[in-house]
């Protein structure tokens, strides 16, 4: 979806002029958003909790066998 960073919203590929352009500002639409640098972080976060949480299953296992 073209996401146009001037106007800060998405367009619909109807909504854009015959040259591809934002019919509000007139700039050339970006072709997606990029994702918030918190999202990013978030997804890191999860990643490194998960991998230490099954570290701990792992040995708690080893442990009880």
Excluded: N
């Amino acid at each position: 979806m073209p996401w146009c960073e001037h106007c800060d919203q998405r367009l619909e590929a109807e909504e854009l002029t015959e040259e591809g352009t934002c019919p509000d500002c007139g700039q050339a639409p970006l072709a997606h958003r990029k994702p918030p640098w918190y999202f990013k972080f978030m997804l890191v976060a999860s990643v490194i909790y998960l991998g230490y949480r099954a570290f701990q299953g792992v040995t708690w296992v080893v442990h009880h066998i």
